[in-house]
């Protein structure tokens, strides 16, 4: 038939017209390749010298605090610059051993090669060569046990003792540009552990015990530290060294024994440079008058006896850490940070000492919890109490470790009028109830609006801006949470989100460790 003939033609021509496409592809695939290569050959990288590129590394590794071996797997002259490099493979950590289950499994850990035996660490020395080293001594690795603790502690003192030893052999000594020990005050190293050690070029000490010998030595070798952490015993006798007042980063730890009110004080008072402060335990004003701090730019303050010591207006970063005391009471909108960034705040006394402070630049706010959730209640409703305009408005809000009601974190919510991500983390809370509170409500027409044509309903949207929401109720929780229930309320939420003309982008929840995490995406 005459139709049969011209189907079986179109038939050929869509067959001939399909090869023709796909040998177009292909030889557009060939030509992309080879116009990817050429530009490649001629990219402005390829003209950076080697040692710039190798200071471009270590700038990358020391101030991100990421692995050498990051940029070793882009290509073969990355690859051949990084191993030429010797500074970029100075940072190493010494840790206690694991089992031999996980023993392989850690290699790098914030940009520190992990040596937790000796061949590690000979392989990672002979990599470092005569660079200064950036040394960590500390159990990142291993939990701290209850059981047996003592006999625990000792032998992990043994296994990095032998490692300080490995550091020991040969006629050189060992070059340290910084050397942190956190063992989280439990383990103290003899000096002797360190006798191999150069300190001339040392730029930051950061210790969690008494080591008076070692800071002593530290002080008269060094040519000038830069970063300071210590207890305020052993600062205390540092204090007629000329490079203390010139010191950038400091860490003052307090203990049972000595107050380091006068330590930090006088420091304090007699610095121009000082960008980054961390106070832990004690006091620091003893009645005096606060002070004044214009240049200090990060600030951490745990468990000290006056709430707001110092007057620093131009900080970017902020952490508070409560003590159980009852701290003085402070004006609303008296502490006002114009360019704080980013606040943490762990709460073990009220929070109404949060209205104190007037934060409009406010980016990423963390809120620790640790109190039942009546308290919780109480606290929250004092500082979000429903206002315009709430003086803590970020644009990234993280609970963390608190049990709390679902109406009273939605009502927390429903005032941050910038907020743009909302994270829960082990937090204990109605999650399906705590969604409903967000959903959007449609407004009836009124007559006018009729009259004028309008058919769409208006719409009350509680945080209009935000985008993701982040819901862990992992390790929290004493009974599993209903999955279908919270399923169909996410997607509900999400639904209505986008009739409203707010869409949001996901919203992640895990349930338990088990389960893991689920992602709910409104599809366009």
């Known amino acids: 038939m005459e139709q049969e003939t011209t189907l079986a033609e ?46 471009i590394f270590v700038f990358h590794v020391r101030c991100n605090f990421q692995s050498p071996w990051s940029v070793m797997h882009v290509c073969r002259a990355w690859r051949n610059a990084a191993l030429t490099t010797r500074a970029i493979w100075g ?13 392989k499994r850690v290699r790098i850990l914030n940009g520190r090669e992990v040596c937790v035996k000796e061949v590690q660490l000979r392989r990672a020395l002979a990599r470092a060569g005569a660079t200064p080293l950036d040394l960590r001594i500390g159990f990142e690795l291993k939990g701290r046990r209850n059981h047996g603790r003592h006999n625990w502690i000792f032998k992990q003192r043994i296994a990095i003792e032998d490692l300080l030893r490995q550091m020991s052999t040969g006629a050189n000594k060992k070059k340290i540009r910084s050397l942190e020990i956190d063992t989280g005050g439990s383990v103290t190293f003899p000096l002797r552990s360190f006798d191999q050690f150069d300190f001339k070029d040392l730029d930051g000490l950061q210790v969690d015990c008494l080591y008076p010998e070692l800071i002593q030595r530290a002080a008269e070798e060094a040519k000038g530290l830069r970063r300071l952490g210590a207890v305020s015993t052993d600062i205390r006798k540092l204090m007629a060294t000329p490079w203390l007042r010139r010191l950038e980063e400091l860490e003052v ?45 990060r600030l951490e303050i745990r468990r000290v006896s006056c709430f707001w010591p110092i007057e620093c207006p131009n ?13 003085e009471q402070l004006a609303n909108n008296s502490i006002h940070l114009p360019h704080l960034q980013v606040f943490k705040f762990t709460c ?28 919780m209640r109480t606290g929250m409703q004092q500082v979000w109490d429903g206002g315009s305009s709430p003086n803590i408005n970020p644009v990234l809000f993280r609970l963390r470790n608190a049990a709390v009601h679902p109406k009273v974190v939605a009502d927390v919510v ?16 109605g999650a399906a109830d705590f969604l409903k509170e967000l959903h959007p409500k449609s407004v009836p027409l009124t007559k006018s609006e009729r009259k004028a044509g309008r058919k769409s309903p208006r719409w009350i949207i509680e945080a209009q801006q935000m985008k993701v929401m982040t819901i862990d109720l992992c390790g929290f929780n004493s009974k599993k949470a209903d999955a279908e229930a919270f399923e169909e309320a996410a997607r509900e939420l999400l639904l209505k989100r986008n009739e409203a003309t707010a869409p949001m982008e996901r919203i992640e929840v895990r349930l338990t460790e088990e389960d893991g995490w689920m992602v709910f995406c409104e599809e366009a």
């Open 315 to 327: 900080l970017t970063h902020l952490t508070i850490v409560c003590g159980g005391g009852v701290y």
């Open 10 to 55: 179109v038939r050929a021509e869509v067959t001939r017209q399909k090869e023709i496409m796909e040998d177009a592809q292909r030889r557009l695939r060939i030509a992309s390749d080879a116009l990817f290569k050429t530009k490649a050959i001629f990219a402005g990288i390829r003209r950076i010298p080697v040692e710039l590129l190798g200071e």
């Open 414 to 429: 429903k005032g941050m009028t910038k907020l743009e991500q909302l994270n829960l983390e082990h937090v204990k809370i």
């Open 253 to 297: 730890l307090g203990n049972h024994f000595d107050d380091p009110a006068k330590v930090t004080r006088t420091i304090l008072l007699s610095t121009n440079v000082l960008h980054s402060l961390s106070i832990h335990g004690g006091t620091i004003t003893n009645g005096e008058p606060r002070i004044d701090l214009p240049h200090l730019r």
């Open 348 to 375: 073990f006394t009220s929070l109404p000492c949060l209205r104190a402070f007037l934060v409009p630049s406010l980016r990423e706010f963390e809120l620790d919890g640790y109190h039942s959730k009546s308290i």
């Open 91 to 103: 940072a190493i950590l010494l840790a206690p051993p694991l089992s031999r289950k996980t023993a």
